[in-house]
């Protein structure tokens, strides 16, 4: 089974910290995907990579950033978290087999409360 | 541009009856679509998807959904709601060329004793 982990299920943090969201996967995809998900929007992309060191802003790329150094690990940044920040925050990564079917495979979440 | 709407933000039904949670596409191309479920505090779970084949998809749990060309509709069934079945659930059609996910805004079900 494909297993995707986050670092926290939980974290609060204040207005103008620096936050990581860590991501894991385990099964050598090349694909790696951040969304955040508010209630009656459904889930949106803030950025995804396709390869290391290789990312691609989503729909909501601002006031984030990431990085991906080693195949299996997808970090979330926010630079200095503010209210509006405050979220659920998902990961996901799948294989690029080039057919574009391919399924994601989602984290439990992260839920991030910025006061 | 792709996208997908589903119809219902909420849905209740006893245990026992048969679900249905509708979602039309909109695409260019032949879409694919796939259906998740999200239990409460949980990730994501792919349910089903439809990439071009047999029309009719079997998922987990019981579900299974159909792909309509002609009503560009891709409802989720299921013939008997189990209490467990109480989740969010998301309609998802791929962005053609990339691999990007365009998610519906969610259907919650609620199933009654």
């Known amino acids: 089974d494909v297993k995707v982990t986050q670092s926290s299920r939980y974290l609060v943090k204040r207005t103008g910290e620096k936050v990581f969201l860590e991501c894991v996967q385990d099964?050598?995809?090349?694909?790696m995907f951040w969304y955040r998900q508010d209630p009656g929007l459904g889930l949106r992309l803030i950025y995804f990579?396709?390869?290391?060191?290789?990312?691609e802003k989503g729909d909501i790329p601002e006031g984030y950033s990431v990085s991906r150094e080693k195949k299996e690990r997808f970090s979330l940044i926010l630079e200095s978290a503010s209210t509006n920040q405050t979220s659920m925050y998902l990961c996901?990564?799948?294989?690029?087999?080039?057919?574009?079917?391919?399924?994601?495979?989602f984290g439990p979440g992260t839920r991030l409360t910025v006061l | 541009a792709q996208s997908v709407t589903q119809l219902d933000s909420h849905v209740s039904v006893s245990e026992g009856t048969p679900v249905l949670l509708r979602c039309n596409y909109s695409?260019?191309?032949?879409?694919?679509l796939f259906w998740y479920v999200q239990h409460p505090n949980k990730g994501l779970q792919l349910l089903l998807k439809?990439?071009?084949?047999?029309?009719l998809v079997k998922g987990i749990n019981g579900f299974e959904a159909e792909f309509k060309k002609s009503e560009t509709s891709f409802h989720l069934t299921k013939p008997s709601a189990h209490m467990s079945d109480a989740a969010e659930y998301f309609c998802?059609?791929?962005?053609?060329?990339?691999?990007?996910?365009?998610f519906g805004t969610g259907t919650r079900l609620k199933v009654l004793a």
């Open positions: 996901a990564s799948s294989l690029a087999s080039g057919t574009g079917t391919d399924t994601q495979y």
């Open positions: 099964m050598d995809h090349e694909n």
């Open positions: 990579s396709y390869d290391v060191k290789m990312k």
């Open positions: 695409s260019s191309y032949s879409p694919s």
């Open positions: 439809y990439t071009s084949a047999a029309t």
């Open positions: 998802v059609v791929i962005n053609s060329g990339t691999y990007k996910y365009i």
